[in-house]
């Protein structure tokens, strides 16, 4: 085991004894007397506290009286304006050895304080609860009721404005109902880094705004709807829709990325109405993004699949079909596929553990085949080989609390605002203590930006010489004590995993793998994989398909499988009979028009799918699965922590993909072992994680000839021009440190107006998951093309511009913006109309067109 | 026997251009510098703290020991941050007007006491922090710092001692609430004016969270002449806990308004004896001893030593010695609402008692003003103050509640006779300056 | 902040000559955000109000978003959202001023100018306009009732002086405060406020005739403070009698 300096330092807890309301309570030193009292189960109320945000003591709601000894020993209560006894804020106060605190339960003077306060926060409210969507789920309405005096004295007009006002196409604000805690704003410069919401104007007239061109777009805007006191901020989706009183709560795990964040879901009458952040802090303390919060009308949209169907031999459409008819038409159409060249099995990214296990063993015992891939994305085999060797089976490897110490970060491919947006939160805090984070990347994001990030700028194609100059890195002095996190998208630059995996070990860091998805690690450790069964077990390794074969009764595959772009290759040239596709769509694998095509061309498809979609238009069945809301199951988030969650509408009778699974077993005569969520958990959990022999670590070819060249002069570094352009990808300017140039690989220049591509996905982008989430969706950054100043002026446009780009299949128009990106590399997210474009090669060259009239 | 002026900080007042370094320097002016770089930093500290110089920025803590509090040598972490000085230029307490003509007329008197306390606290930059509404002062202060750093008391290695400083002028931008401590300096981060929580305290982390000592201008511009006379000089003046001279300010009602400098623990008697006493025909009816954030008092108290016990022994505080004087003419009930509006608009907005209280209590003085009300409505506006008072997050809202329960303490029967009468049974045009002569018969 | 659109919202950048004083602004501070109160001076003397391109250019140059700025913006008095007369008056009604005759000066000038607190008089092609206000107490109280143009005092007014006052600034007269020099427009004040002195700091006098009542009385009674034991303590004022 490797030793770390960050997380192995035992530190010795201090403690210090305090009495409140007499009843005597240690606590850490450090401790505010607030929590102090909530731990021998005091609530002092409360409104601007919040355990994640820096102590503000603005409210005054949490006053309590104080006495503390002298030095000689004597206890002085705290006192002041002369005479008067002068109650502490509790929120504020640290609580310390021999203190004597008396809230409201026992002290007089707190509790006229504390009702004075309610009073003064009563006067200019509105006595709207009736109507206002916090109505009973209100902190200042429950206070009220419980520390309030029952009759305002207030006969004055109230403080109005005219309301509400979007501060963001999602997010509403209610001026009068606020009662200026700040948690809001805070929230937003502290945790989210997005300081779009302020305080403004004074004194009674003060509230939260925005700047007009400015709105509150961040993607974890609706947390301060959560954490607002009051129902001064609102959702526009979810505003008069519901009363909390008519709500069924229950917990889940937010769906949409790796970050396995616990979510809330509250529902009524079959439709879920809201999302709230789970409290888990653990993992994702009480924080989600916006996307976990608001996007969940996908699940209800008309395309939904209700009924199988299956393709009618005469008339060649699809047909409602029962199920038992098209499970039969499946098994037997499987089974003669299988026999007719092998079916090949593409599972997505967006499965349940147990789901992509039931895939997992399905391939394997249904079809005999290992020719099955959760990757519907580029991918390698050397990517095949790093997950086989670093990250399956690897149980629970660097998590949150991980992240919060490390002495450096190192982000390899991986956009954790836009991929992980939980991580990001977690670096953020970091970062805001004592690590530093360093990004390979080929611009400054925003993200980096907003963690006072180091760039270390690399073109597509450049990253593994960049990676490979850091084990000796002195400035970035990653050692033991720091971290790696690498993104799926690592897999798109040929040697990068292996360069990543080869600095983890001369370093000494630890290295963690960030996919996207909510099922990528757990379709890993299901075994989703051409060359790896369940629990991390090579499908090479004998004894590992022995140890698989003994619990399922059956003898496992010994012949490594296709992944998922072989699948797609052999079905489109015929040789694959036939393919099972769960929820992966054709503009998700790495060539879409060949996914096509292999759909078009297998004999014999199967479709498990949510809603209608270009595999369910060419499948020969059709069998409707059910959303994460509608069942059992568990993610894995990316550092291998699984997540389980119950099914939150318990009336659905949708069938999870293992259920369906099970059943089309069934009629081809084989037996799955399980039918239902619990089963395969245990199942799966019965099999365990391999403890052989592993895979060999991917290795950087030797001898690479382009290996050590430097970098242009002048390219990569740029300090004062990239801070002065208002530049698309940070927050105006730029806080981030230098860019520190580092050694790369010089590649072949490109010719004129053709560029080199990187893209990512962006968090709230086109994607069918935002289907239906229209508030949402318009909070999305707006696609652009980034270009370098140098690129730009090269050119002969301005920001601004319109300019279209063609890949290599399509093309894109889009406005043009400026980053501190290497000149001849231009960025654009990746979207519906760009997904294809990526392959795994060092960036696609792509081609700039400058539509006439758009230049300077 | 000290006499009853004492002119140091104004002695030069009616000089010819005593804004000029010429004429401050043919005052002696900068000689102070020799005397302290020839001592340790430690023992100008021990000097200031000997003289017993406390803050003329209201709350009166004893200067020197401000400045022992700045912690020395390099941090826990062994990085070593820089130390700041930050003047209170804000002036803006009602009634206080002692700062300004200070900085008008001899603004190298301020200069030279921010590098004397630079030196005693190892500051390299100071700030002046201005409030912005005084153009005149501003340029004075300007043109000062640029002829300091021309002469070489300011800059680099002043006068061979090796010791470097800045000093940046820096003019605010309409906000009481900014001269509030903490509050400045978040000001002076380019933030809103709120005030800060404490602990962390300005000396352990203020400017850009490093150590940082603010003091008044008048306390700063005191040091010269401790420095250059020597602590027992300034201790011979004043009373026991309160030594020195210091500028009262004389406005209102008084026969001859203005500035006199006098030992701390004179009385209002014997200050407005020298002043012409209240407007002819007049009486005193009340006055504030230092702003109106102190309670108000009463002709019972004119024989009150104007020191911090003495003041406070009488149920109100000396604050900035901002003597404001009322006679009979003025309704107190008008006077408090003013002052209470005041405090609304410069609510800075962060605390909900100050926010929502200084508005409720604008509404609840105006209803009383106009005559509106009952009795009752008095103790209803006590209870507000109670809730208010000591409940804040800074001094502010204490301040705001002073004129308010002292004047109900002093003048009940004033607000009772507004509500009696239906309205308020005074004159405006009786108070004015200008008040015709008949109007004031 | 609502920023109203005006003629002085002109869509184009800011001119060169006020980036660059933008800049050196920023320099004079050891962290740049504390520079923003004086870049919004800076920007009101070339804008006359605090403008939406003014914001954002702070916002840009100082690397913090346009709400923070905003934040800022609004908090202050002296900055102003609509656009500002030739001079500012501000008429001190804090309640010293007030009782000695500001809210007498306030109301006659209010009707006298035929606008209300905060607002400007049109500018009838003759030159100057006007904003009035009623300002806080301005450290003046000795000098009761104070009005304050372009933040430079006009001392011991009377509604009939403040009537004069705002006729000959519009007229173009030569005005010069009691205590400073020959009043400069609103904008040029707030240039100097932004740390771009003007030259005029040794206009004026050093101080009013309240300002030295203490200083003739211990004049003409002999009195000083003790005296010290240095030779020729030339803090010892007895020297002058
Ligand atoms: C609301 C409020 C306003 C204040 N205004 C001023 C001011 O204008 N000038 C000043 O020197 N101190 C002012 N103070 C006091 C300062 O907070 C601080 O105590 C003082 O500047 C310290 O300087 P000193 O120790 O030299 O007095 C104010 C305090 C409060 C609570
Ligand atoms: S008392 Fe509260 S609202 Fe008032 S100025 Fe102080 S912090 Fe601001
Ligand atoms: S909760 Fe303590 S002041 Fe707001």
Known sequence: MTVTKGSTDVEKTELVTLTIDDIEVSVPKGTLVIRAAERVGIAIPRFCDHPLLAPVGACRQCLVEVAMPDRDGNLKTMMGPPGRVKPQASCTLVASDGMVVRTQVSSPVADKAQQGQMEFLLINHPLDCPMCDKGGECPLQNQAMTNGRGESRYTETKRTYPKPINISAQVLLDRERCILCARCTRFADQIAGDPFIELVERGALQQVGIYEREPFESYFAGNTIQICPVGALTSASYRFRS????????PSVAEHDACGAAIRVDHRRGQVMRRLSGNDPEVNEEWITDKDRFAFGYAVQQDRLTHPQVRDEETGDLRVASWPEALMVAARGLQRASADGGVGVLTGGRLTVEDAYAYSKFAR????????????RPHTAEEEQFLASSVAGTALGVTYADLERPSAVLLVAFEPEDEAGNVFLRLRKASRERTRVYSVAPFTSRGLHKMAGTLLRAAPGEEVAVVETLADDGDLALDAGGVILVGERAATTPGLLAAVAAVAATTGARLAWVPRRAGDRGALEAGCLPTLLPGGRPVAEAAARVDIGAVWGRTVPAHPGRDAAAIVAAAAAGELGGLLVAGVDPVDLPDPAAARLALDTAGFVVSLELRASEVTERADVVLPVAAPVEKAGSFVSWEGRLRPFEKVMRDSHALPDLRVLAGIADEAGVDLGFRTTEQARAELAEIGRWDGERVEVPRVPSGDAGRGARAPQGEGLETESASRERDHGSLRGSQARTSVQVEARKLAPQPAGELRLATWKQMIGDGRMLDGDVYLRATGRPPVVLLSSGTLAGLGIAAGSIVTLHGPSGSTTLPVAVADLPDGVVW???TSETAGWVRSSAGPVVRLEIPEGAGA | MVDALTPVLSAHWDSDRPWTLESYEATGGYSALTTAFALSQDDVISMVKDSGLRGRGGAGFPTGMKWGFIPQGPEKDGTVKPHYLVVNADESEPGTCKDIPLMMATPHTLVEGVILTCYAIRANHAFIYVRGEVLQVVRRLQRAVQEAYLAGHLGTDIHGSGFDLDVTVHAGAGAYICGEETALLDSLEGRRGQPRLRPPFPAVAGLYAAPTVINNVESIASVPCIVRNGADWFASMGTEKSKGMTLYSL???????????????????QLLDLAGGVREGHQLKFWTPGGSSTPILTDEHLDVPLDYEGVGAAGSMLGTKALQIF?????????????????????????????????????TLSRL??????????EALLDQCDNILGRSFCALAD??????????????QEYVDHLENGGCPFDPARSTLFAPAEALA | MTVSTGPTDEAGPLDATTVAELRQIIARYPQSRSALIPMLHLLQSVEGR???RGIEMCADLLGISAAEVSGVATFYTMYKRRPVGTYHVGVCTNTLCAVMGGDAIFERLKDHLDVGNDETTPDDGGGASITLEHVECNAACDYAPVVMVNWEFMDNQTPESATRLVDDLRQGKEVRSTRGPRICTWREAERVLAGFPDDRADDGPAAGPASLLGLRIAREQGWSAPPTEHAGGTQNPKEGS
């Open chain 2, 369 to 378: 003003e106009q005559g509106r009300g009952e009795e009752s409505d008095l």
């Open chain 2, 399 to 412: 301040g705001a509640v002073s004129p308010i329960t002292s004047s109900i303490q002093y003048f009940r």
């Open chain 2, 251 to 269: 406005s209102g009602h008084v026969a001859r308004p203005g500035q006199l400098e006098a030992p701390l623990g004179i009385t209002l008697r």
């Open chain 1, 243 to 250: 009363r909390p009183f008519d709500l069924v709560s229950a």
């Open chain 1, 828 to 830: 654009t997210p990746t």
């Open chain 1, 365 to 376: 015992i249904v079809l005999g085949t290992n020719d099955v891939d959760f990757r519907a």
């Open chain 2, 327 to 363: 006679d009979d003419t003025t309704c107190v009930v008008r006077a408090v609402l003013r002052w209470t509006e005041f405090y609304k608009h410069e609510s800075c907005g962060k605390c909900t008692p100050c926010r929502e209280g200084t508005w409720w209590l604008v509404q």
């Open chain 3, 50 to 52: 605090v403008t939406a």
